[in-house]
């Protein structure tokens, strides 16, 4: 079946910090990744995406590789910020048809 | 609507009682999807609505649980009897259906039963 896994949180660094997220995937096909972020009291919203094996996607200064021989897309930032506080979660899908979620990675930058 | 909009965006609800969520998705997407998030937990599929095809309700935990999607557009669901396990953050996401351009969430409705 398919499924997500993703680094367990809560990750606490200091501002300009460079982060990164581990995640790991399960599928029996050849899925869609994405990672999604939660901001406090908001909705989750889009934050990359990748469609294919060596695709990168990036956006606000964050990267992930899709890696088909190690089925990851950890999600990198180089110097984090104190606004990217929040959850961030891991997600694959294959149809469209359903998303599977990691359970969320919770980022707290202190200044 | 920009958005998607949900609501209630908070319910407290006695045990046995029944619920109605609502959601509002983004106009001229043709999916819909209700999702619900636990504390601690990722994200879990409930039902899943693409325009006027059967619905998929694989994700549904029990038969207290329905929603419908009337005109394509808005979709409620509804928990009957509710038990307090039901306590969750219940989110709803449009797409055009397609993968490209992933989905979008409202800001969910939190319940809570007491």
């Known amino acids: 079946g398919n499924s997500v896994t993703q680094m367990e949180g809560p990750v606490t660094l200091s501002e300009e910090a460079f982060l990164t997220i581990n995640c790991t995937y399960t599928?029996?096909?050849?899925?869609?990744l994405f990672w999604y972020v939660q901001y406090p009291g908001e909705g989750l919203q889009l934050l990359l995406k990748?469609?294919?094996?060596?695709d990168k996607g990036s956006n606000k200064g964050f990267e992930a590789t899709y890696r088909k021989e190690t089925t990851s897309f950890h999600l990198e930032k180089g110097s984090v910020q104190v606004s990217d506080s929040a959850v961030y979660f891991c997600?694959?899908?294959?149809?469209?048809?359903?998303?599977?979620f990691g359970t969320g990675t919770s980022l707290t930058v202190i200044p | 609507g920009a958005g998607v909009s949900q609501s209630p965006s908070n319910k407290v609800t006695e045990k046995g009682k029944d619920v109605e969520l609502r959601c509002d998705p983004i106009?001229?997407?043709?999916?819909l999807y209700w999702y619900r998030q636990s504390l601690g937990q990722g994200l879990e599929f409930l039902i899943y609505?693409?325009?006027?095809?059967?619905?998929?309700k694989s994700g549904l935990p029990s038969d207290r649980f329905s929603a419908e999607r009337t005109g394509g557009s808005v979709s409620t669901l509804t928990i009957q009897r509710t038990q307090q396990e039901d306590s969750a953050v219940y989110l709803c996401?449009?797409?055009?259906?397609?993968?490209?351009?992933?989905?979008?969430f409202g800001s969910g409705t939190r319940l809570t039963v007491v």
């Open positions: 609505f693409q325009g006027n095809s059967a619905p998929d």
């Open positions: 990748a469609t294919k094996a060596d």
């Open positions: 996401a449009s797409s055009f259906g397609s993968l490209t351009y992933g989905y979008t």
């Open positions: 997600a694959l899908s294959e149809s469209g048809n359903q998303f599977y």
């Open positions: 106009s001229g997407h043709t999916a």
């Open positions: 599928a029996t096909g050849y899925p869609s």
